[in-house]
Nanobody
């Protein structure tokens, strides 16, 4: 198993940047496909970005790919989400998730992820 803990959220103004982190503990972080999801108030959890085990394959949802970037550091057991040019509509709770899979595996469906963090709130004011 792996335990995940997000950090880095907060209250920012439109146009600002934030870097979210997800620290993993437990079983080997480098063996997991990782992802970020967001959940806005009253809405379902939505896919943001995914990255394979060694960081060589990344996929970002189309609406966010120009502003958000996923990355990972397998030495520090940490997943990141760099968010630039934030907009009020980016306001949500952001979750990191882990899934077992092969080296080339990336997943965009929430139910395919086995482990989740508790989430970190990002609020963007206009």
């Amino acid at each position: 198993q792996v335990q995940l803990a997000e950090s880095g959220g907060g209250l920012v103004q439109a146009g600002d940047s934030l870097r979210l982190s997800c620290t993993a503990s437990g079983r080997s972080f480098s063996s997991y496909t990782m992802a970020w999801f967001l959940q806005a108030p009253g809405k379902e959890r939505q896919f943001v970005a995914t990255i394979n085990t060694d960081g060589s394959i990344k996929y970002h949802t189309g609406s966010l790919k120009d502003r958000f970037t996923i990355s990972r550091d397998n030495i520090k057991n940490t997943l990141h989400l760099q968010m630039n040019s934030l907009k009020p509509e980016d306001t949500a709770v952001y979750f990191c998730a882990a899934s077992t899979g092969g080296r080339t595996t990336v997943r965009i469906v929430a139910r395919e992820y086995d482990y989740w963090g508790q989430g970190t709130q990002v609020t963007v004011s206009s």
